[in-house]
C-alpha cells in the first residue's frame, strides 16, 4: 500500500496499457500449468471472485466452447482504509472465430447513469458506489452489451509482477525523458516502476497517444517474451503470488487453461479503440467527459458484431427485409459477401458502394436475402 495519500494520488491516473499487460497474462498464464498445476490453482484460488451471470445473456458463455465473451478490466486505486475508485476501465471483447481482441478504453471521468444508484455521475464512481458488480451492472448499460468476465486489479501492486518476473527490455525506438527518468534510445530494461513511468509518458512525446500506445505494446510483448522463456519458469510462484495479493477475477483455472490453448497468438491481433469525438465540461465544479452520442452507438455496435450477439446483424436471417452488417477492422468486401453467401457485385448494388475498397470500420452494410440478389 502507499505510505501516504500524496504518493497515492500520484499515481492515480494509472494508463489503460497496463490493464492490457494484465489481460495477457491472465490469457498465458497457464503456458506451463501442466507441469506446475497444483501452485498455479492454490494462487488462482485466491484471485478468483464469482459474479452473477449477466441479465443480458439468456445462457452462460463458455469458453471451452468456443463463444465469444467480453471483460471488465477494472484498474482501481485503494488506499488502505478506502474502497477506492476504478480510475481504469476497458472493456475487451474475444472472437474465437476471428482469433482478435477489440479493447476499447473508458474515459474514467464519462459522465452516464450509475446503474444501482440512482445517480448520473462519473463512471468510475461506480467502483466506490458499489464494487464490481455495479462497475458491471454501470458500463453493461454504457455500451449496452454484456459483461461475462472480470478483471481487477490493484494497480500499486501491478509493478511488482514485472519485478517478479526480473523486469523486462525493450528496443525504445527514441530517446525519452520525463523528470528525472531517463529513457535512451535503444534497447532498455526496466523495473516495475521504470515501466510504468515509460508506459505513461505522453506530452514528451512528439506522438502523442500514438506513441505512447506504441510503448504499451512493447511491455506487453516483452512481458509475454518473459513469461514464454524457460528462465522464468522458477518466477511463477513469485508471479503467481503477486497476482493472487493484487487481482480479483472470475476467470476460474479451467478457463484460464482454456483460454492459453485456444488463443495462441491472439495477442499480435489486438485493435485498440477509444473515444475521441466527446467533449469536456463542468457542471458545477465538477468536470466531465461527455461522451458523443452517435460514437457510442458505433463502439455499441462494433462490439456486438464481435460477441455476435447484434439484434440486426445476422448471417442467417430468414427477415424478407434483409439484415445489416457492421464492418469489422479485419473485414474486405470479398470476406463479407463469402460470410453471407452472396456476391461482391451485390453489396455494391445494395449499397451503392461508389468504391468497393472504402469501405470504413464501423460502416452499416445492407444485406438482402441471396435468393433476391439478381
Known amino acids: 500500500m502507499r505510505a501516504n495519500k500524496t504518493k497515492r494520488k500520484k499515481r492515480n491516473k494509472i494508463l489503460w496499457g497496463f490493464l492490457s499487460i494484465l489481460f495477457i497474462i491472465v490469457i498465458g498464464v497457464g503456458v506451463y ?12 484460488d485466491n484471485m478468483h471472485e464469482k459474479v452473477n451471470k449477466s441479465d443480458k445473456r439468456e445462457e452462460e458463455v463458455s469458453i471451452q466452447d468456443k463463444d465469444p465473451f467480453s471483460v471488465l478490466l477494472l484498474g482501481i486505486d485503494e488506499g488502505e482504509h478506502d474502497v477506492g475508485r476504478s480510475d481504469t476501465m476497458i472493456v475487451a471483447t474475444v472472437n474465437p472465430r476471428l482469433n482478435t481482441i ?47 468476465y472480470y478483471v481487477k486489479v490493484n ?13 523486462v527490455t525493450v528496443d525504445n525506438d527514441m530517446d525519452l525523458k520525463y523528470k528525472k527518468y531517463h529513457f535512451p534510445k535503444g534497447e ?9 513511468i515509460f508506459s505513461r509518458i505522453r506530452k514528451q512525446d512528439p506522438r502523442g497517444d500514438f506513441g505512447r500506445q506504441v510503448r504499451q ?7 509475454l517474451n518473459k513469461a514464454r522463456s524457460f528462465s522464468s519458469l522458477l518466477k511463477y510462484d513469485d508471479v503467481l503470488d503477486e497476482l493472487g495479493d493484487q487481482v480479483k477475477t472470475n476467470f476460474s483455472f479451467k ?10 497468438g491472439i495477442e499480435k491481433n489486438i485493435e485498440q479503440l477509444q473515444f475521441e469525438k466527446g467533449k469536456g465540461g463542468y457542471i458545477g465544479k465538477y468536470w466531465y467527459y461527455f461522451p458523443d452520442e452517435e460514437e ?7 462490439l456486438k458484431q464481435h460477441l455476435e450477439i447484434s439484434d440486426d446483424v445476422s448471417s442467417n436471417s430468414n427477415d424478407e427485409e434483409g439484415s445489416t452488417y457492421i464492418v469489422q477492422a479485419e473485414d474486405t468486401l470479398s470476406s463479407i459477401a463469402k460470410k453471407f453467401g452472396v456476391t461482391e457485385a451485390n453489396l455494391v448494388e445494395w449499397n451503392q458502394l461508389s468504391d468497393p475498397n472504402s469501405i470504413q470500420v464501423g460502416q452499416k452494410l445492407s444485406i438482402e436475402e441471396p435468393n433476391h440478389s439478381r
Do not use: C, W
Request: proline share 2%; glycine share 8%; aromatic share 8%.
Open 33 to 44: 500449468a501442466a507441469n506446475l498445476y497444483f501452485s498455479f490453482s492454490s494462487a488462482l
Open 102 to 148: 477489440k479493447m476499447l478504453s473508458i474515459p474514467r471521468d464519462t459522465r452516464t447513469e450509475i446503474v444501482g444508484n440512482g445517480t448520473t455521475e462519473k463512471i468510475n464512481h461506480a467502483y466506490a458506489r458499489g464494487g464490481v458488480e455495479m462497475s458491471i451492472a454501470t458500463v453493461e448499460h454504457f455500451l449496452d452489451i454484456p459483461i461475462d
Open 155 to 167: 494497480m500499486e501492486g501491478f509493478m511488482g509482477i514485472i519485478d517478479a518476473f526480473g523486469g
Open 188 to 196: 532498455v530494461t526496466m523495473n516495475g516502476k521504470d515501466a510504468l
Open 217 to 223: 505494446k512493447q511491455i506487453i510483448q516483452a512481458i
Open 255 to 264: 478457463e484460464m487453461m482454456s483460454l492459453q490453448q485456444q488463443y495462441k
Open 296 to 302: 457510442v452507438k458505433k463502439y455499441q455496435d462494433i
